[in-house]
């Protein structure tokens, strides 16, 4: 693994040995145990779009890890007035052990992978958050003791959740069923990929997504980027609430995951998310040790 950048590339074996790094950060951590195993590194941080455990999480791991984070808006950079991508890739490559980028395109990240000459992370696109579907592997399997065989159902827009969550788990032997309206589906990537695998399926009845879940997961309707979109979003995503009614369909003891920032009222209702909030935000803080795990096999001498 050169880079992270969506979890199609990468192995069963890979994402499992980055789980595996990932408990042994979190166990570090909770203990006590040194863990500076990026001492004297550095990662570039560049954000195109606003965010909370991201940036928190990226610029504390690097922390922990006896790094340093430096955090680059689209505002306060070059990046802001048009500098080609290929050129402040190769800048900070001279400068920096690692990148870290949050941005709208995929294309973009791809092209920092490909002109930087150091490691090349997405912490988000509209096609793919590979981080954020690490964590949720990571509390799943948690609660789970396993991900093999489980049953993973999304609910919502075929966003870059949708994605991902079809390539990590399928790959790691899950079955996964999507369900969104007619219009939203999710990538044809990810799709082509999936019906490769025997173990998805697509719906646009969530109660046919849900039924015999392991674990349920739900996000915002309407991402960064198309608050322009929110109102008819709200008519076409009628029905796909996560509630009683839909976790009634589940196994007893199914599990609820959710990225976060949750609306409350909207995907999920406000009862279900605070029954849950123990997994919900166990996943919120696994975005910290599974960052670091990526961070600790991408960037530390080999």
Same mark, same amino acid.
């Given at each position: ?125 509209? !096609? ?7 964590? +949720?592997?990571?509390?799943? $399997?948690? /609660?789970?003791? &396993? ?125 279900? !998310? ?7 935000? +166990?996943?919120?803080?696994? $975005?910290? /040790?599974?960052? &670091? ?10």
């Amino acid at each position: 693994m050169k880079h992270l950048l969506k979890l199609l590339d990468l192995s069963k074996e890979e994402i499992i040995h980055i789980l595996d790094v990932a408990d042994q950060m979190k166990y570090n951590q909770k203990h006590g145990l040194e863990h500076r195993y990026l001492a004297g590194k550095t990662l570039a941080m560049i954000f195109r779009k606003n965010s909370t455990r991201t940036r928190v999480s990226f610029e504390i791991g690097m922390y922990q890890l006896g790094g340093h984070a430096l955090f680059l808006s689209e505002a306060a950079s070059q990046i802001g007035r048009g500098e080609p991508t290929e050129d402040t890739a190769r800048v900070l490559g001279r400068y920096c052990d690692g990148i870290m980028i949050r941005t709208f395109d995929q294309a973009e990240v791809e092209a920092f992978a490909a002109h930087a000459g150091v490691p090349v992370i997405n912490g988000l696109t509209d !096609f793919a958050h590979p981080c954020q579907v690490l964590a +949720d592997l990571m509390t799943i $399997r948690e /609660h789970m003791s &396993k991900l093999e065989g489980l049953n993973l159902c999304y609910i919502g827009d075929g966003n870059n959740m949708a994605n991902s969550l079809i390539a990590g788990g399928l790959k790691v032997g899950m079955h996964v069923a999507v369900a969104t309206p007619k219009g939203y589906e999710p990538d044809k990537e990810a799709l082509d990929y999936a019906a490769t695998t025997g173990r998805f399926a697509l719906y646009n009845d969530p109660k046919e997504a849900a039924k015999n879940a392991d674990v349920i997961i739900t996000d915002v309707w309407a991402s960064m980027g198309m608050q322009d979109e929110a109102e008819q979003r709200q008519k076409d995503f009628a029905g796909y609430q996560v509630n009683d009614e839909l976790m009634a369909l589940a196994k007893p003891g199914a599990m609820v995951q959710h990225c976060l920032p949750a609306h409350r009222g909207e995907e999920i209702t406000a009862e279900l !998310f605070e029954r849950h909030a123990t997994e919900i935000f +166990d996943e919120a803080e696994n $975005r910290l /040790h599974a960052q &670091k795990a990526v961070m600790y096999l991408l960037m530390s001498e080999k």
